[in-house]
């Protein structure tokens, strides 16, 4: 019996080291100093999102995308669509990351009250049919396990069924939000195969090791739901908020599943609280069986 179980620890330690070596990470024009750095952590080709951070200018998501690219990784622009002003500064933006190197993009409405054009849904620039026209064969979108803070569970349903159908002649993404415990993440993936998205990849978005109090803030920024509890757990609230949280104890739960089922998920994607270069460290070490 202890023999089995070893047996079965080894394959699940195994599976978390797959997972960690083929995980998507994040990154924003910040992190662009340790960009070189990053390359003794991670292997060439690595899916990268570059994150769009407030007052952003587009011409320095574009200057991103190229030294990604540069550097050997895949660039996947995060495109706030509420920040699009017509169509032509669509072209412009699709066109500028193409010709930066990136092959996908991620296409999210954007936490901004009003829309500065007419794209004030992701579906409306869907419905635009640019991205194949400028070159663009995959596309990715932002998934919500534990709901969004603004937005009702009913229509994050239906948009997500929305986005899947007009999206259907790409590669398909769906990036979830961070957690905390696998089982809303598997519930929701779950759903979506059972609600008919089949061909999408489901990725799970996973927090890197970072201080709780860091995690805590971010958590209530994005509307992470009842997961948030796993950090809160230990005793003693002070020793709580100097503490550090790992994505250890969910990686293994998720790899469980995956073990009995590859099917049920396609993969993970790390944010970067604790710092973009830390981050890939950890996922270097994770990804060689530590």
Known sequence: MQVMEQSHQFVELSVVAQLAREASIELNVQDLKDLEASRSFLSPGKRMYISHL??????????ACAKVSAAGFDPIPHIPVRLIENEAALARILDGVVRSGAQEVLLIAGDYARAVGPYSQVSDVLRAQKLKQHGLSRVSFAGHPEGH??????????AQLEKAALAAPFETTFVT???FEAAPFLQWATDLRAQGIKQARLIAGLAGPAGITSLLKFAKRCGVG?????????????????????????????????????????????????????????????????
């Open 226 to 290: 009842s997961s948030i509890r796993a950090l809160t757990s230990r005793p003693g609230a002070f020793g709580q908020l100097l503490a550090e949280h790992g994505p250890e104890d969910v990686m293994h739960d998720l790899a469980a599943a995956y073990e009995l089922d590859a099917s049920k998920f396609d993969g993970l994607h790390f944010f970067c609280f604790g710092g973009y270069l830390r981050t890939c460290e950890w996922l270097a070490k994770v990804a060689a069986g530590a």
């Open 149 to 158: 803070p603004t937005i009702t569970p009913v229509e994050i349903r239906r």
């Open 177 to 179: 939000q961070f957690f």
């Open 54 to 63: 407030p007052k952003q200018r587009w011409d320095e998501t574009l200057t």
